[in-house]
């Protein structure tokens, strides 16, 4: 059996773009180190006094809920509280909102659920089933980001720490890259600027590969739903993560350069693409041109 680089101990996994053999302790803790620091790195993490955690359930939002209740009960002055948006999605989200409410019982966190039902008065299934729509991920991202908003203001959140994790945000960086949409690419969340009503969205795992968040969750016996959304096949998103993955198979380290070459030329981008001052949709909700989106997609469904 391989031992851990770092003590006598069997190692678990071994980490491929470092070189690595660690056993499940020294695993965890490279993990909540580099946490830890991106946190820091996102945030000035002093000053925040209300932290929400967006968690669907699935492993990477409830690994960064964890974290980010360790990280939290260090400190006394600061409240966290879970949001899950119910997408209305049959065969899938029942099942993982009993995740996410057994994980908040047992770290002891608020939960507060907000529904596309309630709030936009579609389900997903609605949208996809009775209005025909076959890629429905385009209404489904931009009514979560605007539910999760609302909710994360309503609360006072400083912050809304997200569970999008090392590939995630490699696969949006190539993604806007490949389409040419800079101005998206220089706005890409951790957010750097502070904008009225848009609470800052934070990646705390974003150096940490899908399979450690995986395999983090299995060895801290933290409760994950790993049921995949029935939509999912349909998401553009895919081709960009197989593309990634052939990628960092033949030469590991490929998703952290991604990364650490967009850090490097995102002042540049703010500052060819400096951010409009957002003002305010009609429906609350903060938006660069008079009617936000989802407000534009609410109107298109509205007329089928
Ligand atoms: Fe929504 Fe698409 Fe994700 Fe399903 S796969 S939860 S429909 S964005
Ligand atoms: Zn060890």
Redesign the pocket.
Known sequence: MVKCDKCQKDAVTYIRYNGSHLCQGHFSEFVEKRVKKEIRNQTNFNKVKNVAVAISGGKDSSVALSLMHSVVKERRDVTLTAITVD?G?ENYRPETIKCVRELCDKLDVTLEIVSFKDHVGYT?DDISKNLGYRT??AF??VF?RQCMNAVARNINADIIATGHNLDDNAQAILMNFTRGDVERLARLSPHVRIQPGLIPRIHPLRQIPEKETYLYAIINEIPFSDKE?P??S??LRNEYRDIIDELESRSPGTRHSILSSYDAIKPLLIEKYPQKDLGKCKCGEPSPSGKCMACKMLEDLNKK
Do not use: L
């Open positions: 997408e999605i997903m429905p991920c489904c991202g979560r959304c939509y999912w349909a998401a």
